[in-house]
């Protein structure tokens, strides 16, 4: 397990899967125009948060989750995304199968569940 970020909220140290994990959950809950000096970083899922799930709002979640992780994560590439309700009311998971495309784990699959508020 090697090192190579800090929690964002202990300050501990993380591997590199809690880290690609944490920058995922990071870029897909930050809206895009919110981040001094970095305009363009985030994603549109936070605007969708209230939009009824549904069929077109789904595959809207989708483009955007693939849009943002292409543009803001280069350590993987993404190969599947499903959107499910969570157990709470409202509650909403975006599930993905990605690649590594870096280093030594280059070739190795994940998966990523980041979980979002919203979509009722």
């Known amino acids: 397990m090697k090192s190579i970020g800090m929690n964002a909220k202990t300050g ?3 591997t590199d899967i ?3 994990w944490q920058s995922c959950r990071d870029i897909l809950t930050t809206l895009i125009g919110t981040r001094i000096e970095r305009r363009d970083y985030g994603s549109l899922l ?3 948060i209230d939009h009824p799930h549904n069929a077109p709002n ?3 979640l989708i483009a955007a ?6 543009k803001w994560e280069p350590r993987i590439a993404i190969r599947q ?3 499910t309700l969570g157990a709470e009311n409202g509650a909403t998971n975006i599930d ?3 690649v590594r495309i870096d280093g030594p784990q280059a070739g190795n699959s994940l998966s990523i569940n980041i979980p979002i508020g919203g979509l009722r």
């Open 12 to 14: 501990r140290k993380i």
């Open 18 to 20: 809690e880290h690609i």
């Open 46 to 48: 936070p605007e969708m």
């Open 58 to 60: 789904n595959l809207r």
């Open 65 to 70: 989750t693939v849009s943002a992780l292409a």
């Open 81 to 83: 995304v499903n959107v």
């Open 96 to 98: 993905m199968h990605a």
